[in-house]
């Protein structure tokens, strides 16, 4: 027995998405590249107080996080991780302070719904990687920890090393992820529930960075409980064998 049937405006519809969020992101760029750039027109100022000064370096900082990420929605949107592969340039980097610089640029989201967020972890833990992705990586597993728990709730980050790799887990208290969306949450514009915001790029980018360090990524979520991402980076430079 041959079944088939015509996927033709399936495609379609995946196309047309696919150009949008190519589209609106770059048209994204332009204004923010402006903003960045008086920024630091600012920055350049003499007369700015200390505190003025750290506002502005902030703002600037999370611009550039910014721009880097539009940049990766343009490259999700053609289905390819070879241009991420090609952006990285990885050197040695402190994954707890990573992890601390996170958890400090999030606080305010944190506090506003009394989720309490805690870092463990070795004193100093190596990753193999390109300067603000991991940032980038902790951000977008965070922001969804605080996104989807419970007021009062908590997260939990843990950074351990065996020297030759650093993991990275990031533990939530939220309404969890069911069994069959789970094998998902990677995907392109996977939402578990149309309730849910969101343009489902986030977890699909973080994967991608992941593996363009030749790094690894996984879930683990009970319903109701909460879940628990866990991320994986080489903690020196991975000698590749000829193929």
């Known amino acids: 027995m041959l079944v088939a049937w015509d996927v033709t405006s399936e495609q379609e519809a995946l196309r047309a998405r696919d150009n949008l969020v190519a589209s609106v992101s770059h048209e ?3 204004p923010l590249t402006s903003v960045l750039g008086y920024l630091e027109l600012a920055l350049d100022e003499d007369d700015l107080s200390e505190r003025v000064r750290r506002y502005l370096d902030t703002a600037l900082g999370s611009g550039e996080r910014l721009l880097a990420i539009i ?3 343009l490259i999700s949107s053609r289905r390819s991780r070879t241009s991420v592969e090609a952006a990285v340039h990885p050197r040695e980097i402190d994954a707890l302070e990573v992890v601390r610089e996170s958890v400090l640029a999030l606080r305010p989201l944190a506090d506003d719904r009394v989720i309490k967020v805690t870092v463990s972890g070795a004193e100093r833990a190596v990753v193999f990687a390109d300067p603000g992705r991991p940032r980038q990586v902790v951000d977008n597993l965070l922001g969804n920890a605080l996104k989807f728990n419970r ?3 908590a997260v ?9 790799e650093t993991t990275i887990t990031v533990r939530d208290t939220g309404v969890g992820i069911e069994p069959a969306d789970q094998e998902h949450v990677f995907d392109r514009f996977f939402r578990a529930s149309e309730d ?4 489902g ?3 699909a980018i973080t994967q991608d960075i992941v593996k363009a360090h030749e790094g690894r990524i996984s879930v683990a979520s009970e319903p109701g409980i909460g879940s628990i991402f866990t991320v994986v980076f080489p903690a020196h430079a991975q000698k590749r064998v000829p193929g």
Not at 156 to 164: F, I, K, P
Request: glycine share 20%; aromatic share 0%.
């Open 156 to 164: 939990e980050l843990a950074v351990t090393t065996d020297g030759r």
């Open 28 to 30: 994204l760029r332009t």
């Open 201 to 203: 790029l986030g977890l």
């Open 196 to 199: 849910v915001a969101g343009n």
């Open 71 to 73: 940049a990766d929605i």
């Open 151 to 153: 007021d009062g709730g």
